[in-house]
T-cell receptor, first 114, second 114 residues
């Protein structure tokens, strides 16, 4: 079974540009999460989808961040325009529906804004 | 609000010696506790979890963790460390019920010397 897959693995962009991160969850996992780790800090929650609906987006830092999950399958996280403080590792995770279980994480996308 | 504290930025241990990585948590309700590990250039990998029952839980690669409700702790342990255990370890907590998101600690780097 394929795990959670994230694209790209690395991205270096200039301040003011736009970047789109993609996450493909494990098939059948209704729950999809985005997290971010800024260098040396905690892994912070950004957003939680249940299927295509946003269950909780309380962690989204500001309106420069837009997450979508069309059709309840893969998800994208767009940052527009990117700022220096957006640099970090963005993790995606998924988990099965209505089961108390661990979340399965992707390898992360390392975003560097210069 | 939920929180996790990992008081040590780094833990150094010699191969063959026992290791402990500390974690304390705060949550308003029954906790659901996890340890994840991140090897270099890899994603977060699930190690073990505590839901209810026996306070000592066993996980992957010979790791175990002890849940202590009175001390609100969930320390990660291994009787005999391997050099290959060197990695970044994250403790996480969520509420047992409902749509509760994971709250992570800042991580502890474990370095096992030969």
């Amino acid at each position: 079974e394929a795990g959670v897959t994230q694209f790209p693995s690395h991205s270096v962009i200039e301040k003011g540009q736009t970047v789109t991160l993609r996450c493909d969850p494990i098939s059948g996992h209704d729950n999809l999460y985005w997290y971010r780790r800024v260098m040396g800090k905690e892994i912070k929650f950004l957003l939680h989808f249940v299927k295509e609906s946003k269950q909780d987006e309380s962690g989204m830092p500001n309106n420069r961040f837009l997450a979508e999950r069309t059709g309840g399958t893969y998800s994208t996280l767009k940052v527009q325009p990117a700022e220096l403080e957006d640099s970090g590792v963005y993790f995606c995770a998924s988990s099965p529906p209505r089961i108390i279980t661990e979340a399965f994480f992707g390898q992360g996308t390392r975003l560097t804004v210069v | 609000a939920q929180s996790v504290a990992q008081p040590e930025d780094q833990v150094n241990v010699a191969e063959g010696n026992p290791l402990t990585v500390k974690c304390t948590y705060s949550v308003s309700g029954n906790p659901y506790l996890f340890w994840y590990v991140q090897y270099p250039n890899r994603g977060l990998q699930f190690l073990l979890k505590y839901i209810t029952g026996d306070n000592l839980v066993k996980g992957s690669y010979g790791f175990e963790a002890e849940f202590n409700k009175s001390q609100t702790s969930f320390h990660l342990k291994k009787p005999s460390a391997l050099v290959s255990d060197s990695a970044l370890y994250f403790c996480a907590v969520r509420l047992l019920s409902g749509y509760s998101t994971l709250t992570f600690g800042k991580g502890t780097m474990l370095l096992v010397s030969p």
